[in-house]
């Protein structure tokens, strides 16, 4: 037998062929395994993600499908692909002559992932827990009176059975029944039975009355020292006994749950496929529950009359109090529709990536209401009533958003975590989505202020998304952001389908393609410590992954809480980085209609670093002649500072301007652009412009002053500007009125 490779013997009318399986590649991707059947398995096993030739007997073949594939040269070989699927693979055989039907064998496809068996297990169990709390939050469920036939739809009966599966097969209640077992509750009984009157030793008022009354008496020897006090005793009196007994009333209830989650599983077992895993899953169940009931200790206990559920017992002692617990929730468990199930466990498979999605669901909505401390009111939506059971609204693709309202005191925020939120492409700004195609990350965590609504905070910019991405595939950070060298493998990579870089790729596509995205995080079941990168100084935005395993001991939720919280910090923060950029991109953004300017200017380097020619103001003032030489030499400007007409008024154009555009007496057209030096203008008194040698008489007790120099930019020399084509100018009288215009506007009256 040649390595990693695989034999199956098979008899078709009493006849033995052969099926051989070789795995392609070095790596050992062919399994026999011996624990198999007792977990519902076939023996032999194939991993997901390799391709293997096969070969049968000639005669024979196998039908084809997306997993198999028929050689076109000989009709007996082929090759099996099984990609991402992960479950029972059954494989048709075929009379190669006519292709009919002539036998069927199941391979089991194997996750890459040793722990996926465990990995699986786990995480249905915990969705089963959710899903009960859930399901015992709902107010409408006291009303539940309906009895679904459980396998009406062959689509569901899987979904219902791994439901209680996964809650009668956990840990918790094999633990719980065991220690009822070995620590029983037991009551004492009285029992009444005819003894011989010899062998009374202790005598109490029911004997004594019985010495006198009782029938069947033996006369007493005259000897006897009681001859004197009575002539006879009878033979036998009753006497009562006290007995301790496992037949209470708590016994006979757990007797009775045992029993009707076997009868469940052995009704699911008869009704289900002849070679089904869900037929092997329910027998390995009815079986592990007959060796509970077959227990010598229940073997004295009989059939309730009563339900004690008000039961101390039931409710506070352990193993008792954990099947009661189970056996309340077990009719709505298995009403459940699990919308999404057949995704994990349809057709025998079992998706255990899937799975691991809709698991990382209710670990961020967990995460989410301690760190927000928030108990959504919307959380009631994934439970609803349906004609044939209780539907869980959670399935992929369909958008479910659960909402709250966190409150810190300084603020006031809605937050609402979505799951496969589609954010629609080629939608115009300022509405939500994408700048390109539509995009659907698995969950997304949206805030904003409390006061508006999530539409009106998309039109603002005020609302910040943040998103995670659920890669059960991935083991450890390296598998996400891959090596520095990648890239010189990269096409090769992509080919073979080993690109290990393309998840974190697909982050930066959700950050950089969805409006207003602060963060864009992979979530993955790994054992190290994930990843997080900020984009500049503060916690958003960002980039990273954090671990999430399926584990009841460390779960990894730990680190993403304390990245959470630092979000929340930010968000409290009103002076971040973030809020300003918000306030920025609302302005920059809001006017549909943005001017335009195609003029050579000075570029935005160095001390002209902030020359955006809509946010610089340009101060254009009138100035006498004979004031020009002043002006220049000594880089001072004046303007009135009173209430007379003519005087500057104050604003943030005129007060930040930082040109100054002079212009005199019939002069409309005008090159003396002078650059301000100095934020906003300083006040002087008249002494102190005649101090520094003001050429004329100043009329007024105080001015504004302007630092100026001559402009150097050669972009802005030997330039002329028409002061009429601006639209703070007026004519005649008033053309001497000070006014400020953007650097815009200003190249706008450029004479050509």
Not at 231 to 248: C, G, M, Q, R
Not at 297 to 304: G, L
Not at 328 to 341: E, I, R, S, T
Not at 358 to 365: E, R, S, V
Request: proline share 4%; net charge neutral; charged share 30%.
């Amino acid at each position: 037998m040649r390595e990693n490779s695989l034999v199956i013997p098979i008899i078709i009318f009493n006849r033995e062929i052969e099926l051989s399986i070789f795995g392609e590649g070095s790596s050992e991707s062919i399994i026999v395994k011996t624990d198999a059947i007792e977990n519902g398995e076939s023996s032999f096993q194939i991993k997901e993600g390799c391709t293997y030739e096969y070969r049968i007997t000639d005669g024979f073949c196998l039908k084809t499908n997306e997993i198999v594939t028929r050689s076109k040269v000989n009709k007996s070989s082929g090759r099996i692909c099984p990609n991402v699927y992960v479950g029972t693979l059954k494989l048709d055989i075929l009379d190669s002559l006519n292709f009919e039907k002539c036998s069927e064998i199941n391979l089991e496809v194997q996750s890459i992932k040793t722990s996926y068996r465990e990995d699986y297990r786990h995480m249905l169990e915990e969705i089963t827990d959710k899903c009960h709390d859930l399901l015992l939050q709902h107010s409408s469920l006291t009303s539940q009176n309906f009895n679904p036939d459980y396998l009406k739809d062959p689509k569901t009966a899987y979904q219902r059975f791994a439901f209680v599966k996964a809650t009668i097969d956990s840990i918790e209640f094999n633990d719980a029944v065991q220690k009822i077992i070995l620590s029983p509750v037991s009551r004492w009984k009285e029992s009444e039975m005819k003894k011989d009157m010899r062998s009374v030793k202790k005598y109490n008022n029911s004997i004594l009355r019985q010495l006198v009354s009782s029938n069947d008496r033996i006369e007493i020897q005259t000897s006897h020292p009681l001859k004197n006090r009575c002539s006879s005793i009878p033979s036998k009196v009753l006497v009562f006994n006290k007995t301790e007994t496992l037949d209470t009333p708590e016994n006979r209830f757990i007797k009775h749950a045992l029993i009707l989650f076997q009868n469940f599983c052995s009704e699911i077992s008869m009704k289900s496929g002849e070679d089904s895993r869900i037929r092997r899953e329910a027998v390995l169940l009815v079986d592990k529950l007959e060796h509970f009931i077959g227990n010598s200790v229940f073997k004295e206990i009989s059939t309730p009359t009563t339900l004690p559920l008000n039961s101390p017992v039931l409710q506070r002692k352990e193993g008792y109090r954990e099947v009661l617990r189970v056996w309340l929730m077990f009719d709505l468990a298995a009403k459940l529709v699990w919308h999404g199930g057949e995704d994990v466990y349809g057709g025998n498979k079992r998706d255990v990536a899937t799975l691991y999605e809709y698991w990382i669901f209710f670990k961020l909505l967990g995460v989410i209401k301690e760190v927000f401390n928030i108990e959504p009111q919307s959380i009631n939506d994934l439970i609803k009533e349906t004609s044939d059971g209780l539907g869980l609204q959670l399935k992929q693709g369909k958008y479910l958003p659960v909402k709250g309202i966190y409150d810190a005191g300084t603020r006031r925020l809605n937050v609402e975590f979505s799951y496969n939120r589609t954010f629609l492409g080629d939608s115009s700004y300022p509405k939500s989505g994408s700048w390109t195609k539509s995009m659907r990350p698995d969950y997304t965590l949206s805030i904003w202020p409390y006061e508006i609504d999530s539409d009106t905070a998309e039109k603002e910019e005020l609302i910040t998304h943040i998103h995670f991405d659920a890669k059960y595939k991935v083991e450890n950070i390296r598998g996400i952001i891959g090596n520095e060298d990648d890239f010189k493998t990269e096409s090769e990579d992509i080919s073979k389908g080993t690109f290990k870089r393309i998840d974190l790729l697909k982050m930066h596509t959700y950050k950089d393609a969805i409006r207003r995205t602060a963060g864009s995080y992979v979530l993955y079941p790994g054992t190290d410590f994930g990843y997080s990168k900020m984009g500049f100084h503060e916690i958003i935005p960002g980039l990273g992954a954090f671990s999430l395993r399926p584990s009841k001991i460390d779960n990894g939720t730990e680190d993403l809480v304390k990245f959470l919280n630092k979000v929340v910090n930010h968000f409290l923060n009103r002076a971040s980085q973030r809020e300003k950029m918000s306030s920025r991109t609302f302005e920059i953004y809001k006017d549909k209609n943005p001017n335009e300017l195609n003029e050579l200017l000075p570029e935005t380097y160095g001390r002209n670093r902030n020359l955006i020619p809509d946010e610089t103001y340009v101060l254009v003032a009138f100035y006498k002649k004979e004031n020009l030489n002043w002006i220049i030499n000594r880089g001072l400007f004046n303007v009135r500072a009173d209430d007379d007409k003519g005087s500057l008024r104050l604003s943030p154009g005129t007060t930040g301007a930082k040109y100054l555009l002079l212009h005199s007496e019939n002069e409309t057209i005008t090159d003396k652009l002078l650059k301000i030096m100095e934020v906003g203008p300083r006040v002087f008194s008249r002494q102190t412009l005649i101090d520094k040698g003001y050429p004329s008489q100043p009329s007024r007790n105080y001015y504004l002053v302007y630092k100026v120099v001559e402009v150097k930019d050669a972009e802005f020399l030997g330039r002329e500007w028409d002061i009429r084509k601006l639209a703070g100018y007026k004519r005649g009288r008033g053309s001497s009125l000070p006014f400020s215009v953007t650097l815009t506007d200003l190249m706008h009256a450029l004479t050509k």
